[in-house]
């Protein structure tokens, strides 16, 4: 099994929507990230969490909310979708040390 | 503040050659972590290696070589006698050791495309 899957892998969806993304981590992480990827920007973080209580606003977090309902998981929601959100989300953990990050394996959203 | 800077957008060269993959960071910090990750087609990040500041060795892995340079705040990274299949888009990243504000920040990358 992995040891970040998100769920679901490829979603469609209209605009105005809500959807919800879904993370789950079996390794024993603190940190939670969420990063959103368009051509030619590379990963940039939109949530990061270092701990169940501690929830952070990275660079283009409007648009986005979060939960981190447990350690071992974190969702990601557009409350009202919009089609400059499709794009490619992954998550990631990390340890306290920052020293190496795992990702999940990506989740494609389109918003039509 | 950190950033990560991966000047070149794109690059396209013959199998075979040798092509090198340019990554500058910037950061206040002296313990910090540099990465390499490398994402194919299929679209999942691939990590690739890790350095730490204290580290300035070179390291080869393969067909694969980093050169982590303080002095200039550069982690480049050189594939010899690429072949089609190194093919993807690959990403510098950075993250600053321990600290409580820290988190993991990404070059915009680089798309490799190796000609057959």
């Known amino acids: 099994d992995a040891d970040v899957t998100q769920t679901p892998r490829n979603r469609i969806t209209k605009t105005g929507k809500r959807i919800m993304l879904e993370c789950s981590q079996t390794?024993?992480?603190?940190?939670m990230y969420w990063y959103r990827q368009d051509p030619g920007l590379g990963l940039r973080l939109i949530y990061y969490?270092?701990?169940?209580?501690?929830?952070n606003k990275g660079e283009i977090s409007d648009g986005y909310s979060v939960s981190r309902q447990a350690q071992a998981k974190f969702s990601l929601s557009l409350e009202s979708a919009i089609p400059n959100q499709t794009a490619l989300y992954f998550c990631?953990?990390?340890?306290?040390?920052?020293?190496?990050?795992?990702f999940g394996q990506g989740t494609r959203l389109t918003v039509v | 503040a950190q950033k990560v800077t991966q000047a070149q957008t794109e690059i396209s060269v013959v199998e075979k050659e040798d092509v090198t993959l340019d990554c500058v960071y910037e950061?206040?910090?002296?313990?910090?972590?540099l990465f390499w990750y490398k994402q194919p087609p299929s679209g999942e990040l691939v990590f690739l290696i890790r350095?730490?500041?204290?580290?300035?060795q070179n390291e080869i892995s393969g067909r694969y070589s980093w050169n982590f340079q303080k002095s200039t705040s550069s982690f480049n990274f050189t594939i010899t006698a690429s072949q089609v299949v190194d093919s993807a888009v690959y990403f510098c990243?950075?993250?600053?050791?321990?600290?409580?504000?820290?988190?993991?920040?990404f070059g915009s990358g680089t798309r490799l495309s190796i000609r057959p």
């Open positions: 990631a953990t990390s340890d306290r040390s920052g020293s190496r990050a795992f």
């Open positions: 390794k024993g992480h603190d940190r």
């Open positions: 950061t206040r910090d002296t313990t910090y972590y």
């Open positions: 990243a950075l993250s600053v050791q321990g600290s409580s504000a820290s988190k993991i920040i």
């Open positions: 969490s270092f701990d169940v209580k501690d929830i």
């Open positions: 350095r730490n500041s204290f580290d300035e």
